[in-house]
């Protein structure tokens, strides 16, 4: 039945583009012609430390454009110390409590959030489902964490510098709605997975093996500013419903 | 499908202009956006050749479109994904319907999604007893409002502050203000709730990619990722020609629709979504459906002349440029697609014969051409649009009717092919006009049905001897430098 549909619907589509009933595939579509992966994979591989540096300029610069913050440190614990400097300057939007939600990240393992902020009596919850519980229960437990924390920790797995965006993939206890819900999203990616534009960004998910093993996954989310509008009258509105505040923290040493 | 009332546009149009509120929302969004949009192109590091690029990418894809939707839904599949082809509104809107109930849905959020209209989804949903709500903060608006959307991407643009704020203070019971940062902060409260206990959630696709099977949606607000998200089925509908090959080449798709939707770099969110939650995943719908819809525009497909307008990507650029936008709105096209793309697109979805002054209405001026990030030939595909209602095309259900105009031209085309007829009649025409000269040599006004011709201004009378006669008395039969030329 499925098929039927499916079949009838293409042969449609095959006699409008005036080919045989019989689709044959056109692999040859996917082999290329790109116009050269290999030349954007090597100004990546061969970029020299001043090139980066240069890099990290134009990447502040765009973010500035969209007031999205960056800030680049030495190390994890530079890195802690501009997240507490945020826990302690903003407030929560919704409820009273300040609470925090990280995704289970081995960069935000170094930084030590729980034990960073212990102090300053803000809890953090770190998204990883226990596998000796229901695994339903355990995303219903997570969702309410997301839903009641003010800010929100991820990682990027790539930060394009041209369009300042950040790359963040799906997987297990990295989850989507941590870069969504919370009023300020912190994202903390280590300086040698910024790539200079789309094009670079591409040609390593497509190209270089290790990213290509991983693929997109089922959701591959591109983040490129605040959350805004500019419905009403077109003025510009941070914080429309995403994060009305995002920080990039990149760890350069 | 959402109703049409191509038939009423110039009515609508009439009335527009005599709106004044109307008048005051439009005036000065286009010159905000439209300079802008130029600008940024001018601003591309490969310059604004790219728009050629881009469309020859679209065109490449359009030409493998059954092996492109193959491979998408293979791929979908594979990871888990549903996908269903619905030929035309009443197959996607039904297969919705049946998803929803399936999982006993009451409430919906929706990204914003134009398919959505075309098919009236809302409709459809609500009928079944399920509250649809809108999230794109425009979107809401025109909902709260009990209206269509007036603009592709900014389908509040005919409102005002001040009504949205009356709106509001009506309808999510807040003190009134016309403040913009206030007005979206109670939708985000509003809407925030409804995102949080939503069981179903409902996005558009923007450009899929058949290489890694994914399609892909595109919002500055963060409220198509809240849709997709966190509700527990997400059901996606995607036109069927909104596809491109190779992952690459999103590089410049992504890139010039930021620029010819809102002169920006870059949206803010741009996700791939190409399943459901994955074994061990955290968040993610349990359940994805990838709905890809027909509706007419295979049709469209097979028509060499046409095919060009399935590159659309969108962005709502041409209508940010368009002078007869810009002065009646969205509404008057009596469609959901409403400016220079919709002049061109909704006439081929709906109907030629019946959306003819959409396409009538246009002056052809080129702004649409120039503002459109994948170089769309609009202005082309309006002519050839008049052609085929002036000639008849049974293709598209479209008689040849013998009109007066018609008449009147094949008339001339006679005439003016037969010399001797030609000279005679100007002959009989300079001794007839005798009696209509007014003062100064010069025709001030002609009798009934030609009156039209001399109600703004006078016309010279006829010499009696046409211009090729002249030549001839003057330079002889041949040999003239002209004809050797």
Redesign the interface.
């Known amino acids: 039945m499925r098929n039927d549909r499916q079949k009838s619907f293409l042969l449609k589509v095959r006699q409008a583009l005036g080919k045989p009933a019989e689709g044959g595939s056109s692999p040859s579509l996917f082999d290329g012609p790109l116009d050269d992966p290999e030349a954007r994979l090597a100004r990546y591989r061969e970029r020299t430390p001043r090139q980066r540096q240069a890099l990290l300029e134009e990447l502040k610069a765009r973010a500035g454009a969209v007031a999205m913050g960056v800030s680049v440190v030495g190390d994890a614990a530079a890195a802690g110390t501009v997240i507490r400097d945020l826990v302690l300057q903003t407030v929560p939007e919704w409820g009273s409590r300040k609470r925090v939600v990280a995704w289970d990240h081995p960069l935000l393992d170094e930084i030590g959030l729980a034990e960073l902020l212990a102090n300053d009596g803000v809890p953090v919850t770190i998204t990883r489902l226990d596998e000796n519980r229901d695994a339903a229960s355990e995303r219903r437990r997570l969702r309410r964490e997301v839903e009641s924390a003010y800010i929100g920790i991820t990682s990027a797995d790539f930060v394009v510098a041209h369009t300042a965006t950040m790359v963040l993939r799906s997987r297990p206890g990295h989850l989507r709605s941590v870069s969504l819900v919370p009023s300020i999203h912190v994202c903390v990616a280590d300086a040698n997975r910024l790539v200079a534009d789309l094009g670079e960004l591409y040609a390593r998910l497509q190209y270089t093996p290790e990213e290509k093993k991983q693929g997109l996954t089922n959701c591959l989310t591109f983040i490129s500013a605040p959350s805004k509008t500019g419905d009403i009258e077109l003025v510009m509105v941070d914080g429309a419903h995403g994060p009305r505040q995002v920080q990039l923290v990149l760890i350069s040493p | 499908m959402a109703r049409v009332q191509t038939e009423l546009f110039n009515q609508g149009a009439a009335d527009a202009l005599k709106d004044p509120v109307l008048q005051r929302?439009l005036a000065g969004?286009q010159q905000?956006?439209g300079p802008a949009t130029a600008a940024s192109y001018t601003g591309l590091p490969e310059g604004p050749g790219l728009r050629q690029q881009a469309k020859a990418v679209r065109m490449?894809g359009l030409?493998?479109?059954?092996?492109?939707?193959?491979?998408l839904?293979d791929l979908i599949r594979e990871?888990g994904g549903h996908?269903?082809?619905?030929?035309d509104s009443a197959a996607a809107a039904s297969y919705c319907r049946k998803v929803a109930r399936r999982h006993n849905v009451k409430r919906v959020v929706k990204g914003k999604s134009m398919v959505s209209e075309e098919i009236d989804l809302d409709a459809v949903l609500e009928a079944d007893g399920v509250e649809v709500v809108e999230?794109?903060?425009?979107q809401y608006?025109v909902q709260l409002a009990g209206e269509p959307p007036s603009h592709i991407i900014?389908?509040?643009?005919h409102?005002?502050?001040h009504e949205?704020g009356r709106l509001f203070a009506e309808k999510l019971g807040i003190a009134y203000t016309d403040d913009?940062?206030t007005?979206?902060?109670a939708?985000?409260k509003a809407?925030?709730e409804k995102?949080?206990s939503a069981d179903m959630g409902i996005s558009g696709c923007n450009l899929a990619c058949?290489?890694?099977g994914?399609i892909t949606t595109v919002s500055?607000?963060?409220?198509i990722?809240?849709a997709t998200?966190?509700p527990r089925v997400h059901v996606a509908l995607m036109g069927?020609e909104r596809i491109i090959?190779?992952?690459?080449d999103?590089?410049m798709l992504?890139?010039l629709l930021a620029r010819g939707a809102?002169a920006q770099?870059?949206?803010?969110?741009?996700?791939?979504?190409?399943?459901?939650?994955?074994p061990?995943?955290?968040?993610?719908p349990d359940e994805?459906h990838l709905v890809?819809i027909?509706n007419g525009r295979?049709?469209i497909?097979?028509d060499t002349e046409f095919r060009e307008i399935l590159c659309c990507i969108r962005c709502a650029a041409c209508l940010n440029v368009c002078p007869v936008y810009g002065k009646i709105g969205g509404y008057p096209y009596g469609f959901p697609y409403s400016g220079p793309v919709g002049a061109v697109v909704t006439p081929l979805l709906t109907g030629i014969s019946r959306g003819k002054h959409l396409f009538m209405g246009d002056p052809l001026c080129g702004a649409c051409k120039d503002a459109c990030p994948v170089d769309i030939d609009i202005p082309r595909m309006l002519l050839a649009l008049r052609r085929r209602l002036a000639d008849g095309d049974p293709a598209w259900d479209v008689s040849r009717k013998y009109s007066v105009d018609k008449l009147a031209f094949d008339l001339w085309s006679y005439w003016i092919r037969h010399r001797g007829l030609y000279e005679a009649g100007l002959r009989l025409g300079a001794a007839g006009q005798k009696r209509l000269a007014g003062t100064e040599g010069v025709i001030e006004s002609l009798p009934r049905p030609l009156d039209g011709w001399t109600r703004h201004r006078n016309l010279s009378p006829l010499t009696g001897k046409s211009f090729i006669r002249r030549w001839r008395e003057h330079y002889g039969r041949s040999g003239t430098e002209t004809e050797q030329r």
């Open positions: 929302a969004f905000r956006l490449e030409r493998h479109l059954d092996d492109l939707l193959e491979r839904a990871r996908v269903f082809f619905a030929e999230t794109d903060l425009g608006i900014a389908p509040a643009i409102k005002t502050r949205v913009p940062p007005l979206t902060q939708a985000r809407l925030r995102f949080l058949a290489e890694t994914h500055n607000e963060g409220n990722r809240m998200t966190l069927m090959p190779r992952l690459a999103h590089d992504f890139r809102a770099h870059m949206a803010g969110y741009v996700s791939y979504i190409g399943g459901p939650r994955q061990a995943q955290g968040d993610g994805f890809i027909d295979s049709r497909l097979a």
